[in-house]
C-alpha cells in the first residue's frame, strides 16, 4: 500500500538514516497494512481503512525520543512579547493623548481608549508568569 508507505517515510524524513530506524519504519508499516486488511475485513472500503489507520496511529514523538533524535528547544520570547507590548501601548496611549489635546483639548476622552490598549501588556505579563 503506497499511501502507507509513503505517510510513513514523511513521518520519519526528520530522522537520521540508521538500521534501527528501517527496522522500525517497516515494522509500523507492517502494523498498519494489517490494521488496514482488519478494517476492510470489517466491511470498510480501502481508502477510509487507509485513512483511519493513519488517524489512530498519529504521530511519532514517542518513538523519535527512542531513536535518539533531539528535539529543538524553543526560546521563551515571552520576556520580549512584554517588553513589546509595553512600549507598543506607550505609543499607542501617547498618540492617543497627542491626538486628544491637538484637536479636542476641552473635552479629555484619551483616558476610554487607553484602558482598551492595556489589555495588551496586562496580557502579556500574565502570559510571561505563567511560562516563567
Same mark, same amino acid.
Request: charged share 30%; glycine share 4%; no cysteine.
Given at each position: ?21 528501517? &527496522?522500525?519504519?517497516?515494522? #509500523?508499516?507492517?502494523? &498498519? ?7 476492510? *475485513?470489517? +466491511? ?5 481503512? #487507509? ?6 496511529? +498519529?504521530? #511519532?514523538?514517542? $518513538? ?18 512584554? +517588553? %513589546? ?8 496611549? *501617547?498618540?492617543? $493623548? ?11 476622552? %484619551?483616558?476610554?481608549?487607553? %484602558? +482598551?490598549?492595556?489589555?495588551?501588556? &496586562?496580557?502579556? %505579563? ?7
Amino acid at each position: 500500500m503506497k499511501r502507507i508507505k509513503d505517510h510513513v517515510n514523511e513521518l520519519f524524513k526528520k530522522i537520521p538514516d540508521s538500521e534501527q530506524k528501517e &527496522l522500525v519504519k517497516q515494522e #509500523i508499516i507492517e502494523n &498498519l497494512e494489517e490494521k488496514v486488511y482488519d478494517l476492510m *475485513a470489517q +466491511g470498510k472500503e480501502e481508502e477510509d481503512a #487507509i485513512n483511519k489507520a493513519i488517524i489512530e496511529f +498519529g504521530d #511519532i514523538d514517542e $518513538i523519535e525520543k527512542e531513536l535518539g533524535v533531539i528535539q529543538p528547544v524553543k526560546k521563551n520570547m515571552t520576556k520580549l512579547d512584554l +517588553g %513589546f507590548s509595553i512600549w507598543g501601548s506607550a505609543l499607542i496611549i *501617547a498618540l492617543f $493623548i497627542f491626538i486628544n489635546f491637538y484637536y479636542t483639548p476641552k473635552i479629555i476622552w %484619551f483616558v476610554y481608549p487607553t %484602558f +482598551g490598549v492595556l489589555w495588551w501588556p &496586562l496580557s502579556m %505579563f500574565y502570559r510571561w508568569l505563567r511560562l516563567k
